[in-house]
């Protein structure tokens, strides 16, 4: 069996779907793994590092595809644009791994499923204890977290932890977390290792304790707990979001920095820091709204882009991961390899088998068909279990 690792061609993608170290199982099982020349030179693995660990380097983009597997950081329904080259080098019964926005980008997808290879989207493994280890948007949204932080503390005009010097003492300052799933804990860790004083707030009051195990503060508001199905918030009525950007507001007045990482998975997300908050913020301020690419959760947000409003400054980043892209490439091989692990059998041949829940909860399309009940529901398709279970 081959895989191949075609270069990532998004212009702002800088992470390699597999790095020379995560290859070492693989090739144990018998795999054969062939990397396109340069694909790794962004993230910090050269050609050689890849050769070292016995990787076959191909000079060309066609040879990388002309594999049973291909794993890339971004298929072409997260790589609008350069990715619809790739459709033409793909074949039926080939397998695609990688993100893929399947609930939203449609067209790509689409067309990725009239070529006949299947699809598995790593943003739709379940988050079940088995497959933690496959879990790529997690592994990449700590990473997002992190520097989230980072860019905050460059902008503002404060310095994070309190210092006592001879001049006088200089105050920490104030982090406000929205958003308490993987990027908002980790946000939570690096502004505290940071020295800020870090409160945090989620609709899911479960993550209270989680929350406070990193000192941070959890902000209590009267609203009713908005748990959801996979460990997201469930989406909420218009008159608790209203209520919620009310009481929010005040905190994000008496914070520093504000970086807010609240999403729902196919929708837009929900806007939790009004413009009449970012007035009331002190000027000086900070946010970093880590769901711009779904439209943000600040009213004022764009992507990719630095706002400056009532004195605030706020940034909309949407590809954080990418800034780190060696440990970011690192901890996405790794995903990729536990999941294409699970697909090979004990003599190391290849076994889609639908019946098994992550793979079942990952497939968007086999054999020319969409199969993936979520996904056929956020493109409004009729229920199509026949066509799932034939596949």
């Not at 990688?98 to 939203?104: Q, S």
């Not at 497939?363 to 068909?369: H, P, Q, T, W």
Request: proline content about 6%; overall charge neutral; charged content about 20%.
């Amino acid at each position: 069996m081959i895989i191949g690792v075609p270069a990532e061609t998004h212009p702002d993608e800088r992470r390699v779907a597999l790095t020379p170290a995560a290859v070492a199982p693989l090739r144990k099982a018998g795999v054969e793994v062939r990397v396109q020349s340069g694909a790794g030179t962004a993230a910090g693995y050269p050609d050689d590092d890849y050769q070292t660990h016995g990787v076959q380097i191909v000079p060309s983009r066609a040879e990388a595809f002309a594999a049973d597997i291909v794993v890339q950081v971004r298929t072409p329904g997260a790589n609008a644009g350069p990715g619809n080259d790739d459709l033409a080098l793909l074949r039926p019964g080939q397998i695609v791994i990688g993100f893929a926005d399947p609930l939203t980008a449609r067209e790509a997808n689409e067309r990725l499923s009239q070529t006949r290879a299947s699809l598995l989207a790593v943003e739709l493994i379940p988050r079940i204890s088995r497959a933690q280890s496959m879990d790529a948007l997690s592994s990449q949204a700590s990473l997002a977290g992190y520097r989230a932080v980072l860019l905050a503390a460059e902008q503002l005009r404060k310095i994070f932890p309190m210092m006592v010097t001879a001049a006088g003492t200089l105050q920490p300052a104030r982090v406000f977390v929205l958003g308490a799933g993987v990027a908002g804990l980790q946000a939570i860790a690096t502004a505290r290792r940071l020295g800020a004083v870090v409160s945090a707030f989620d609709v899911r009051t479960a993550v209270r304790d989680e929350v406070r195990s990193l000192g941070a503060r959890f902000i209590e508001l009267p609203l009713e707990s908005a748990e959801g199905a996979g460990g997201y918030a469930r989406e909420q009525t218009a008159d608790q979001v209203r209520r919620q950007q009310d009481l929010l507001a005040r905190h994000c007045a008496e914070s520093d920095v504000v970086i807010t990482t609240a999403a729902i998975p196919g929708r837009r997300s929900p806007i939790l820091v009004t413009a009449a908050a970012v007035q009331g913020m002190k000027p000086g301020s900070v946010v970093v709204d880590l769901a711009a690419e779904r439209g943000g959760n600040c009213e004022l947000t764009q992507a990719d882009r630095v706002v400056e409003q009532h004195g605030v400054t706020i940034l909309g980043p949407t590809n954080l991961p990418s800034a780190a892209a060696y440990h970011a490439s690192q901890a996405y091989a790794n995903n990729l390899v536990k999941l294409v692990q699970l697909m090979l059998t004990k003599d190391g041949r290849l076994n889609l088998d639908p019946s098994d829940e992550i793979i079942a909860g990952s497939l968007v399309c086999r054999d020319g068909a969409v199969v993936n009940p979520a996904v056929r529901r956020a493109w409004n398709l009729p229920e199509a279990s026949a066509v799932a279970t034939s596949a």
